[in-house]
């Protein structure tokens, strides 16, 4: 076996074991508690795509899976609104949802329930009445290959945005995602 197939074995072997761990952090009642379930199978099946798939022929994830991640933050980080504020669209008054090393910052967001729904995914997976949204589009990715498996598997937080038909949103949706930097290889 090849240094970079070994290291792709080592990385899949310790994300399957992280699953566990993970789901002592999440809630097990949850109504995609299941879909996650699947989803760490599926990758566990599937394992990291190839250049042998079709949609991945010419997409060599070798130089991605050569680190050793961590799965789990060390610490919690946060930035300050002066530090990113030049990656925000300038002088438009938008919705935002920033996350910092891929846990959610509520000081640099700017979320609303009024009309649409722009939102934390935690928050629409705790309300009924999204439950048939969540039942009919979550995990739809999950069905194509293992990296979406493996993404949804490890699913906690994201952004919820439902627009009903024939509304108009009044401003801008930014979806920001910073890294602070402060752990060599995280994944998020």
């Not at 990715?141 to 009903?164: M, R, V, W």
């Amino acid at each position: 076996m090849s240094k970079v197939a070994t290291k792709n074995h080592d990385l899949k072997e310790k994300l399957v074991s992280s699953f566990l761990a993970f789901e002592n952090t999440v809630d097990i009642d949850s109504p995609v508690h299941d879909i996650r379930i699947e989803a760490i199978k599926a990758f566990e099946n599937k394992g990291f795509p190839t250049k042998r798939q079709e949609a991945w022929k010419y997409t060599s994830l070798n130089s991605i899976l050569k680190h050793d991640y961590s799965v789990f933050p060390k610490e919690e980080n946060a930035l300050e609104y002066h530090k990113v504020k030049q990656y925000f669209v300038h002088d438009i008054d938008s919705y935002k949802i920033v996350f910092v090393d891929g846990k959610y910052s509520s000081h640099l967001s700017e979320t609303t329930h009024d009309g649409i729904d722009v939102c934390l995914m935690s928050a629409a997976l705790t309300k009924p009445k999204y439950q048939l949204v969540i039942q009919k589009y979550f995990n739809k990715a999950a069905e194509k290959d293992g990296l979406s498996s493996l993404n949804t598997a490890f699913s906690n937080e994201g952004a919820y945005i439902h627009i009903p038909r024939n509304k108009v949103v009044a401003k801008p949706i930014q979806i920001i995602h910073f890294t602070t930097g402060s752990e060599a290889a995280l994944m998020l």
